[in-house]
């Protein structure tokens, strides 16, 4: 019996995946996708450099795009590259910090017990973890104004057992505020992923380390938080990205001048007249910065996924 080739596949099937037709099946499949992420990302991208490289309009104080590269100019990236280093930006990365350990902290325990003690109640508990998902992220946040407005429902739950803070203004700058409701509007994101991860950990093996003699916090140490830790991080960056460019929150919560962080600086640049292109070029600093950690995460994954392999 004749051995067949390495790489060859049993009827030809590696002829047929390398045909033309086979190539023009596979580009005509990932078609849609590229046409949609080039004009839902690659065009605004583009646009996004022309107006931060590009000129303004003396007269109207207007963003003048420049589309040609050749003609692109740094000076906006010049003016506002200061701003990464600023209090601004150190306060979203305090605020950022303290909220995602804080989400950690909830997110977590609740995964975990919805995966391996809900028992039949799991379906239950997984809608009211889906069930944040079907409010707006401003709608929820709206919510939060009634509950620490001053005479709202924290305070009164406060006065009516007689604890101290039930006259607290806790929408007059605060920076609590801010980091508990970047913690609200996040966390339901950050549930979900852990949970869907740390689902997909085959239990026989939290059984054969349990035959093996580890005790249970043995297990969960050495077994359960190792192999979710592509989980971990994937549920980090899907909380911290948007934290750090997240202005809504603050603004709404806030609105100090002392708890701004850096996405209300690219807000407000947006909004006043003739500062568009230095918004933009914030905005572009920024993702250049989250782009070395998610580099991070790509590479780490990947070295993962060959380990296991």
Known sequence: M???AVGERPNGGSRRASSPSGRLLWMGLAAPGAIWLVILFVVPFYVMLAVAAGKVNAFFQTAVPVWNPLGWSGANFASVWSDLYSAQAVRTVVYTGLAT?????IAFPVAYFVTRFSGRRKTFFLVVLIAPFWVSYMMRMLAWIDLLQQNGYVNKALAFFH???SSTNWLGGDAVTVVL???????????IVLYAGLDRIDPSLLEAARDLGLGKARTFWHVTLRL???TLLAGAFLTVLPMLGDYFTNQLLSGAPGNTMIGNSIEGDLTLPGASGQGAALALLLLVVLLIPMVFYAVSTARASR???
């Open 228 to 230: 979710s830790k592509p």
């Open 163 to 165: 604890l101290p803070g």
């Open 307 to 309: 380990e296991n392999i």
């Open 181 to 191: 409701g970047l913690v609200y509007g996040y966390i339901p994101y950050l549930i």
């Open 2 to 4: 004749r051995g067949r």
């Open 101 to 105: 350990v804080i989400s950690f902290a």
